[in-house]
């Protein structure tokens, strides 16, 4: 059964702090894998993807790694903002005639003064 | 970049009563979007993938005669839930695919949801 699973469920740190969020999955045969940003109430907007090929994608303050034999990724944030409190959901995509995504639970990210 | 708009963005209605959702691709050209499902702190269920101009295709357990989705066009889907219950209430959102089908990259971009709360 293809899953994705994320870790921790929850975090908090400080603003100013870095940290990084977890995302092992079991999807096969994988595409891709995408990371989401959501925030509470609203839909979930793109912050990554990459295919098998890329180890290593950057936006801004947000770097996300892929090693794809060990079916793992992560989510680095750096020199964490207020406004980075939100839900990261990583999504991986499987190639079954067609293209279907399989989401995880995500973690709820808290960023404190 | 590209936009999703998705109207209204909450809506209250009384039981039994139907509620229509709308979803519309700004900037682009949407030959696939997606509905979603999803209750507090948990992710997004997949409901449905709805094709331009041909019947949507509803996941296990998604009635599709009670959430109707219509994508008439190559920028807009709406869903509508029909004889709406209090445990119908959830976040809706949707989701449209840029570019071809065929393309496993392509960007999803997403809709900012609806909540709807049925009394």
């Known amino acids: ?113 | 970049g590209a936009v999703v708009s998705q109207h209204p963005s909450w809506v209250i209605c009384k039981s039994g009563t139907s509620v229509k959702i709308e979803c519309r691709s700004l900037d682009f050209q949407a030959t696939t979007m997606f509905w979603y499902r999803q209750f507090p702190k948990q992710s997004l269920m997949l409901m449905a993938t709805s094709n331009e101009g041909s019947k949507a295709t509803y996941e296990q357990g998604v009635e599709k005669d009670k959430f109707l989705i219509n994508h008439a066009s190559l920028t807009l889907s709406t869903l509508t839930v029909t004889s709406a219950h209090p445990e119908d209430s959830s976040f809706y959102i949707c989701s449209a695919r840029d570019g071809p089908q065929s393309s496993y990259n392509s960007p999803l971009h997403f809709g900012n949801g609806t909540r709807l709360t049925v009394t």
């Open chain 1, 1 to 113: 059964k293809n899953q994705v699973e994320q870790s921790p469920q929850s975090l908090i740190i400080l603003e100013g702090k870095n940290c990084t969020l977890q995302c092992n999955y079991t999807v096969s045969p994988f595409s891709n894998l995408r990371w989401y940003k959501q925030d509470t109430g609203r839909g979930p907007v793109s912050l990554t993807i990459m295919t098998f090929s890329e180890n290593t994608k950057s936006n801004g303050r947000y770097t996300a790694t892929l090693d794809a034999d060990t079916k793992q990724s992560s989510l680095h944030i750096t020199a964490s903002q207020l406004s980075d409190s939100a839900s990261y959901i990583c999504v991986v995509s499987v190639w079954e005639g067609g293209n279907k995504l399989t989401f995880g639970t995500g973690t709820q990210l808290k960023v404190e003064l």
